[in-house]
């Protein structure tokens, strides 16, 4: 049966997810961010804020926090859209840590049952305790994430099979030849940083509200890297490959107990050398095209 | 107040070669490469670490340590080298550096378990001592570390601009397919360039803990990112650039700490950063970043 | 002087050149005419040793350089003027020269002597010489390319398609560059296009298509094959 660690883990892959596709979005524009867990840490920090002290309902919440990150994204994105490259990559990384270094000082505390409850600094924001108040077990908050999950998937989904995907792609291979061919590039990029944000955002109300307690210390760039190196492991052919990354990591790792205490010395290796031979991931254009026609060729006989 | 203020620049200057001394080695490898190496902090922090395992284990001698700890950082050099620059093809850019990135996993944890506990202490190099300059004091390992710092940009100076191996890395960086018709062998390059930086990392390393008198784990993060900054800041490729950015950003961290608080410090370098990226891409002293990029842009 | 026999270059499974024999006499101005995608400038990275043939010889003099590196061939006295010039951009005119002559041993006295030459030959090369390389005009860079491979002192100068990409003008003094570097006594194999300005140059023509050598003989030859003629400098000419 499953039990609460499974679950944990289980619930833990589809918020990382999110974070994850949210660090895809930007690098199949062609761009590296370093810099997704803040839009991770503003949505968790503002959607936590609205549950617990505007005593907003959940997914309200849930959309205005995401909303938040996605307006943060787009517009750092248009703030940063002359530069690319390195620049961009550490532009990104000087904003989140901005963010996260800002939550230290961000205090914002009601008087709730006799309890002072709020971001307070450095010593976090807890009691966020929405699924305590409603009585969610743990099974139907992972369900719930999954739900979210789902449709984060299927919209990214749609938009790569659109006109829109094609565009984001084009950002990425050649950005000067799509301007030359009538994109209007810093609409696109802008567009594209806030879905990113927007997805990040998801990922960040929740899990604060799974964890119930959070800090600025959470939302540090060794988040933002991983969840960059989790597209890449995966693979930068289709949004799937994220969560690929993420399955591999969280799920696979923590699920080996013998290599505990060792275990990025062998995951880190691994990585490494499989980016020797799959510099794009493991479902890498190629390999998804692949796929497709070999799907395709069997639909049709 | 006035002498407040100079005695923050001083302190700054002083905090701040050793940031140079890392911008020196993170330009130079971001220059020949034109890819990221993040594994670079961590390299010297796991360095370091045999340099204190070799004081706590084999001998209680400054010079030992110095020896161990940049022939550490060497090793360690060319096993990045090898896995994360040369194998991986050249044309993807970002797979290099998010290996970079897990070799950085591993260097740290391999470091916890060479020496399992967080914290351990690092030789100073020698007896701490103040130096006094009227109402103007400096300790004197800081000082130490700015000398050998200007030191080692007038010999890497030197090397790049006035030797045919600083040729060949030049052009290298400049061009690599039409440095291969002239007969310049790109893995050497790379080679050579991976060593000259981890030597530089090795005793950049040394320098500053020793200074600091400890050393833990965190020290791979710090470094990474007070090479960046300090690197963008000055302008990325340039050699003097990267000493002014690791000047500067010690100056204003210094103020800030002392007007403010840590946090406010943090802030105030990541803002100064950010500001400069969006108004100055190129750096504080980096006109030919633009040029640069337009060539590049004309070429693609 | 230089000699290929057989080679067969392949990228991946594409076989690129199918056996090709070539020679270039010394003192003589070789060329190799064929259409796009014939394998002109695989020819080149074959002899210059950046790709490596599967099978096949090449004899520089007496020397079988087949399994040298591209480093060691520099060395030996093969330069490459590539395709697209590919100076250094980031580097001035005197720098770009300077990496001409990595090859050649530090202790060589005569690499100053040379760059002194060099400025002789190409004068607005001397005026621009503390400039930026990626400033020049691309007939400017073309000379570049050029003085910078006679930098290494080669026994043997390739030059891969000099007038791609110039205005009609510069390709004449590039043509006759060619023609007074070959009267000084330069040994040049040249790939080219443009047919019609190599064959007043070339004392030797091959004819490549699809990694093959399809005609072998002098200039007057190819204007008398009627085919050869239409195909490669059109009915006009006499």
Known sequence: MLNDYLLTVISNIGMISMIAISAYLILITGEISFGQQAYFGISAYAGSIATTLWGWPFWMALIFGSFLAGVAGGLISALTVRINGIYYSIATLAFAEMVRLSLLKFSYQFEIDGEWIGPNGSEGFGEIRWIFENDISILEYTLLIYLVLFLLIAFIYLIEHSKLGMIFRMLGQDPLLASVQGVKIIRYKVLAASLAGFAAGLGGMLYAHSFTYIEPQIFNVMLGVHSLAYGLIGGLGTVLGPIIGVVLDIGFLESIRGIQGYRMIVFGGLMAVMLIFMPRGILDEKRVHRFKKFWEGKTHV | MITDFVQNCIDGIMVGSGYSLLALGFTLVFGVLKRLNLSYGPSIMLGAYVGTWSFLNIADNIWLVLLTTICATVVIGIYVEQLCFRAVSKETTIASMVSSFAIWMQLEEIALHLLPERTYPFPAFFDSGLLEFGPFTARSEYLFMFVVMLLLLLILHAFIYRTRIGLAIRAYSDHPSASAYMGIDGSSVLFLAFIIVSIIGGIAGFLILSADSQITPFFGLWATFKGLIAMMLGGIGSLSGAVLGGLILGVIEANAFWYGDPVIRDISSFMLLFTMLIIRPGGIFGHKIEIHQKIASERV | ?238
């Open chain 3, 1 to 238: 002087m230089l000699y290929l026999e057989d080679i067969r270059t392949f990228y991946g499974e594409i076989e690129a050149l199918k056996g090709l024999t070539l020679e270039a006499r010394k003192g003589e101005v070789t060329c190799v005419l064929g259409p796009n995608g014939a394998g002109k400038t695989t020819t080149m990275f074959t002899i210059a040793g950046i790709l490596k043939p599967r099978t096949g010889t090449l004899f520089l003099e007496d020397e079988n350089l087949t399994h040298v590196s591209a480093q060691s061939r520099v060395r030996k006295g093969i330069a490459l003027v590539p395709e697209n010039r590919l100076i250094f951009p980031q580097m001035t005119i005197a720098e770009n020269l300077d990496t001409g002559a990595l090859s050649r041993p530090l202790k060589d006295a005569g690499i100053q002597e040379d760059i002194l030459k060099m400025y002789e030959r190409f004068p607005r090369l001397h005026e621009r010489k503390e400039q930026m390389a990626g400033t020049l005009s691309g007939g400017e860079q073309q000379m570049l390319a050029i003085a910078r491979a006679l930098m290494a002192k080669p026994k043997i100068l390739l030059m891969d398609e000099p007038s791609l990409g110039l205005a009609p003008l510069i390709v004449k003094e590039i043509f006759n560059i060619i023609r007074q570097l070959n009267e000084e006594g330069v040994t040049i194999l040249l790939v080219e296009q443009n047919a019609k300005m190599a064959l007043t140059v070339a004392d030797h023509v091959y004819l490549i298509e699809q990694g093959k050598v399809t005609f072998n003989g002098n200039p007057s030859e190819i204007h008398q094959d009627e085919v050869i003629r239409r195909a490669y400098l059109g009915s006009e000419v006499s």
